[in-house]
């Protein structure tokens, strides 16, 4: 079993180019493999720690295809998802990263801060290979707010 959780984690953090040859450490109350569902289920306290960025949820699932766990089509993390990196603070409910298109997804109660200020939005949706950010509001009528400080 640990062979196991130490070969899935391996090859599922090496499908995302900023974990690729880094090394992560992922500590849970839990840990479950689901071979019929092909997902890899961390629960209770959930924390992931990389160089460049830290994650805390209440649970993360990663969602594998048929090729086995070097398959990884999504990672999910759910329940008061953090993400720190040197540069900014990003908190909401859920957070969805899809190697394939290179898509980070984060919903609910959206809100990043860093030295330029602070955005709260319903989602932000990251492209990794361009760079490039976009909030949208909730949609029954919130905004997209922020705050911004000069320098």
Known sequence: ????????????????????????????????????????????????????????????????GEGGTSDIESFVATGSVRLVTDEQDATGDRAVFTPADQMLRLTGNVNVVNSGGTVAAGELVVNLETNVSTFTSSGSGGRVTGVFTSQ
Do not use: C
Request: zero cysteines; a neutral charge; glycine letters at 2%.
């Open 1 to 64: 079993m640990i062979k196991r959780l130490l070969l899935i984690i391996a090859l599922a953090l090496s499908a995302l180019p900023a974990f690729a040859q880094q090394p992560v450490e992922i500590t849970s109350d839990l840990f479950t493999v689901d071979e019929t569902t092909r997902n890899a289920v961390f629960t209770g306290n959930v924390v992931v720690i990389h160089p460049t960025v830290k994650v805390w949820a209440d649970k993360v699932v990663a969602i594998y």
